[in-house]
């Protein structure tokens, strides 16, 4: 078997509407086509083409050795990943829900993060991980957890987190083509809400790179993922009372676009920060600190937050009360711009 | 030890006894019983299912086809005795002695449906698969400890037996001669992916050789050799013999959840050879003597109305109460959580 990465044109073919979902699987397909080393695998991913539909259709197209419906064992997942990106191939792992992902944490955190540190550059894991992730879809316990700080904490993976179609697409190509593992959380509670332009083809979307979403003076919201809707209706319902918002989707969550947020806000001088995961140990404090070192001159007003609560996800009943809503982002915003 | 795993039977799929040696054991009330709990937790299960086509429950994963192994086994416990079940054994927790209002409210993501009855030791159900396993040998290690007699019981499927807890679990139990039956319903699937892809060993009554414990495999779908094995697995351990590994072999009528799709994975003739568990008992009955019409009607009404009932009790229960979110995490709530809720509250008290 030739293992090699044929060399297809990179420029952008004709455009396709797709949502989070299909663009995923879109990628996955241009991966497989592209590169042979890249393997799938994950629980019901093949014949069932993943139980979100992500990987609909690939086994048919690349066969069940590339497209790999494995035994129930998130541990045996990546820790076999491990072993196939060390010797060759290019394992893209899904894990069904981010929430069951636990097992595998001795795995990404023991092996997958440091193997290329424990030898010096000899062995290293350029893999995947993609999860569905998030609240807010009426699923069952555990199924709703959002835990990235519990990655971006870890030293050694990169961690993304796209809230569109075209970032999804993106994004993935950009992680599989990295030297180092990188963790895709996907927001599964995005995943059919919208369609928009995809290139059919190979492109990517720079890992480390935010993206400013909408223009403003007065005030810098920062978010990911399954958050972009709510602060970007924040965003319009404070725009009515007269603040105009800087929006920042961050979409890689480590490294940081340090830059980016830096650039922001300096030029507002405010800043609110909007995540699903618990506020306590969230990534939200390593962005105050990074706004601290980079432009505490600039500050008007201190740094907001609004986030999920120090409580483990609830069940479904009440979990509109623990994700963040606009309005509370609109009373945090009104807080920063009125101190 | 016992290397070779045929499937253990009390009767065919005629409902006819094929091993006598379990017949001194059967009698009309203890058929009854189990029809009954059979009858009962099936029409629960319909209704579940319905409901959440009305949009009244939220997801719902079914275990039709899988009636008699979860009452078999959960008659066979003692009221002392621990059940840590999975997302699929409600049947098993109701015929043991769960709420069934709270049964459904924890199909409609409430926490309160997690809460055991009194007097009764239920665990919340296991999501992260496997997980339950070693709960099982803890809580079992403990009773051992205490010198009692009680035991607990673990429900799993064919696929928990990939993971990690699942032999860990075992090990600690078998190590320790915790008195546990381990308890697996071997459907032969896990959502998708069938057993085949799942293990390379024939049986996973089997995997019991690896941990120095007896292992069983039997016919799921008999409702009375479920019970009377477990009864005797139960037996043993609670002499101090330790855990029993039982694989009763059964089959998943529907989907695996009711946002589940089966004809994508199984083919349509699958499954088809398999006589329902319910009807295999009434014929059963019926080659004994033991059915009687006018007890099966009425024993139908009974349950329709005590369903409705619950059903009734499910939705007419006070809405969820925002401060439960905060309020069980930590016996004192941290002053940090007190803030955060305190600001909440306040935010709410704002928008109304
Ligand atoms: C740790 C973990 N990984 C994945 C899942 C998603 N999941 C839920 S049920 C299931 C299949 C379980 O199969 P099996 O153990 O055979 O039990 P069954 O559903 O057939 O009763 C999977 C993969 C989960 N709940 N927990
Ligand atoms: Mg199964």
């Not at chain 1, 937050?305 to 409580?311: I, L, N, P, Q």
């Not at chain 2, 896990?190 to 057993?195: L, M, R």
């Not at chain 2, 019970?227 to 590994?245: C, H, I, N, S």
């Not at chain 2, 979110?325 to 935010?347: G, I």
Request: aromatic share 8%; net charge negative; glycine share 8%.
């Amino acid at each position: 078997m030739a293992m090699e990465m044929r060399d297809l044109p990179k420029k952008e073919t004709k455009d396709q509407m797709l949502t989070i979902v299909q663009a995923v699987n879109d990628g996955m397909r241009t991966l497989l086509e592209t590169d042979d080393r890249i393997m799938l695998l994950g629980e019901d991913i093949g014949k069932n083409g993943g139980v979100f539909r992500a990987t609909e259709g690939l086994q048919e197209v690349f066969g069940a050795d590339r497209v790999v419906d494995t035994p129930l064992s998130e541990a045996g997942i990546i820790g076999a990943s491990v072993g196939l990106a060390v010797n060759g191939f290019k394992p893209i792992a899904e894990i069904q829900f981010l929430g069951f992902i636990y097992p595998a944490y001795e795995q990404v955190m023991t092996h997958v993060s440091r193997l290329r540190m424990r030898t010096m550059g000899r062995y290293t894991v350029p893999m995947v991980i993609r999860a569905p992730y998030g609240a807010g879809v009426r699923a069952p316990e555990i199924h709703s957890d959002s835990v990235e700080a519990l990655f971006t904490h870890m030293p050694g993976i990169k961690v993304v987190c796209p809230s569109t179609p075209y970032d999804a697409k993106g994004l993935l190509i950009a992680a599989a083509e990295d030297p180092d593992p990188v963790l895709m959380l996907e927001p599964m509670r995005s995943y059919r809400a919208k369609r928009e332009e995809v290139p059919s083809g190979r492109y990517t979307v720079e890992i480390g790179k935010g993206k400013r979403v909408k223009e403003g003076t007065d005030i810098t919201l920062i978010a990911w993922g399954a958050m972009m809707p709510v602060v970007e209706k924040a965003a319009e319902q404070a725009e009515k009372s007269g603040i105009s918002c800087d929006v920042i989707d961050l979409r890689t969550l480590y490294p940081l676009d340090r830059d980016l947020i830096a650039e922001s806000v300096q030029k507002t001088g405010r800043a609110v920060i909007v995540h699903e995961a618990h506020f306590t140990g969230g990534l939200g404090n390593d962005i105050v600190s990074m706004i601290n070192d980079t432009s505490f001159l600039y500050l008007r007003a201190p740094i907001e937050r609004v986030t999920g609560f120090d409580v483990p996800v609830p069940f479904f009943a009440l979990e509109e009360h623990f994700l963040p809503t606009p309005a509370r982002v609109v009373q945090a915003i009104e807080k920063a711009v009125h101190f | 030890m016992n290397t070779h795993y045929p499937i253990k039977q009390v009767m065919d799929k005629e409902g006819r006894i094929v091993d006598s040696s379990y017949e001194s054991l059967i009698n009309e009330q203890l058929v009854k019983d189990l029809y009954y709990h059979m009858y009962r937790i099936r029409t629960f299960d319909r209704k579940a299912i319905s409901l959440q086509r009305q949009g009244r429950l939220g997801t719902y994963a079914p275990f039709e086809g899988q009636e008699a192994a979860q009452v078999g086994s959960a008659m066979a416990l003692q009221p002392a005795d621990w059940m840590f079940p999975t997302y699929r054994d409600h049947g098993a927790k109701l015929t043991f002695g769960a709420d069934m209002a709270g049964t459904f409210l924890y199909w409609n993501g409430r926490v309160e449906g997690c809460v055991p009855p009194e007097g009764r030791n239920i665990f919340p159900p296991a999501v992260p698969i496997a997980t339950q396993l070693p709960h099982a040998a803890g809580a079992a290690w403990a009773e051992r400890r205490k010198g009692t007699k009680n035991a607990s019981i673990a429900y799993f499927g064919d696929g928990a037996t990939s993971e990690g807890d699942f032999h860990e679990g075992m090990n600690f139990a078998s190590v320790f001669k915790a008195p546990v039956v381990f308890f697996n319903q071997n459907n032969r699937y896990a959502i998708s992916v069938p057993i085949e892809k799942q293990m390379n060993s024939e049986t996973i009554a089997q995997k019991a050789v690896a941990y120095g414990m007896p292992g069983v495999r039997i016919d799921g779908n008999d409702c009375l050799i479920v019970y009377f094995e477990v009864m005797k697995a139960l037996e043993e351990a609670r002499k101090g013999q330790g855990p029993t590994l039982i694989e009763a072999v059964t089959w998943r009528t529907g989907a695996h959840t009711t946002a589940d799709d089966p004809t994508k994975y199984r083919p349509a003739d699958q499954g088809k050879d398999i006589v329902d568990p319910l009807l295999r008992m009434e014929r059963f009955m019926k080659n004994n003597g033991y059915w009687d019409e006018a007890w099966v009607q009425e024993t139908a009404e009974r349950i329709t109305a005590e369903i409705e009932k619950a059903v009734e009790d499910m939705e007419s229960y006070p809405t969820p109460n925002v401060e439960d979110l905060f309020d069980y995490v930590f016996a004192e709530m941290p002053a940090q959580l007190a803030e955060q809720k305190q600001s909440y509250l306040t935010h709410l008290r704002g928008n109304q």
